[in-house]
């Protein structure tokens, strides 16, 4: 396991962006796949993106595509996730993961990660 810690989060209209960051204390050679999770209120944990460390290969929900973009930079143990055209529907508490597995086909799926952050909330009013 990894200690990830987020930051980032914040209140915004609707159509503002924010960009989220969650550094690793180590990006282990372990370490294949990162991703950010979220969890709005009175709705389950969903996959929001991951990001294959070693390929850079990156997967997204559908409700986020062409909006959200995730990142990371090596050098710094971080990723990223950058967030525009932001909607109420996007309010949620966000959480970045890290797993010793490929991302493939589970990408979203959370029980397959085994570190976690302690999440970081993000807000959209209309």
């Known amino acids: 396991q990894v200690r990830l810690v987020e930051s980032g989060g914040g209140s915004v209209q609707s159509g503002g962006s924010l960009r989220l960051s969650c550094a690793a204390a180590?990006?282990?050679?372990?370490?294949?796949?990162m991703g950010w999770f979220r969890q709005g209120p009175g709705k389950e944990r969903e996959g929001v993106a991951s990001?294959?460390?070693?390929?850079?290969?990156?997967y997204y929900a559908d409700s986020v595509k062409g909006r959200f973009t995730i990142s990371q930079d090596k050098a710094k143990n971080t990723m990223y996730l950058e967030m525009n055209l932001l909607k109420p529907e996007d309010t949620a508490t966000y959480s970045c993961?890290?797993?010793?597995?490929?991302?493939?086909?589970?990408?979203?799926?959370?029980?397959?990660?085994?570190?976690w952050g302690l999440g970081t909330q993000v807000t959209v009013s209309s």
């Open positions: 990001i294959n460390i070693q390929t850079g290969y990156k």
């Open positions: 180590a990006y282990t050679g372990s370490i294949t796949c």
């Open positions: 993961a890290a797993k010793s597995l490929w991302c493939g086909g589970d990408w979203n799926r959370a029980d397959t990660f085994n570190s």
